[in-house]
């Protein structure tokens, strides 16, 4: 039987360890980016999307603008949640890579 790690394996060494450690950074560092990004772009469409809500000044364009902003705040919604998620598996990655409880 074949197995991905075998435990026979000796430990990773030093350098090997570190660079582990900085792609890990690096990976996270663009992936909060990327969730910082799609985070503002949500945020500032449902923003948008408020003003056009019954009682708003912009209300009366509901039909011609406003309904329109609101199915690209639920599009937008999608890559929100998919960077967030894959910035928080990356940053819970690294956090358990320097606490020494994964090896690479």
Request: net charge neutral; charged share 15%.
């Amino acid at each position: 039987m074949n197995s991905i790690y075998d435990l026979d394996d000796p430990a990773p060494s030093h350098e090997e360890s570190a660079a582990a450690k900085q792609d890990a950074e690096e990976y996270l560092s663009l992936w909060k980016k990327r969730a910082l990004y799609s985070t503002s772009a949500f945020f500032l469409s449902c923003a948008a999307v408020s003003l056009f809500l019954y009682g708003h000044p912009l209300h009366a364009y509901w039909n011609s603008f406003g309904k329109y902003l609101l199915l690209l705040s639920m599009a937008l919604l999608i890559p929100f949640v998919c960077c967030v998620g894959i910035a928080f598996s990356a940053w819970s990655f690294l956090r358990n890579l320097k606490k020494g409880k994964l090896n690479p």
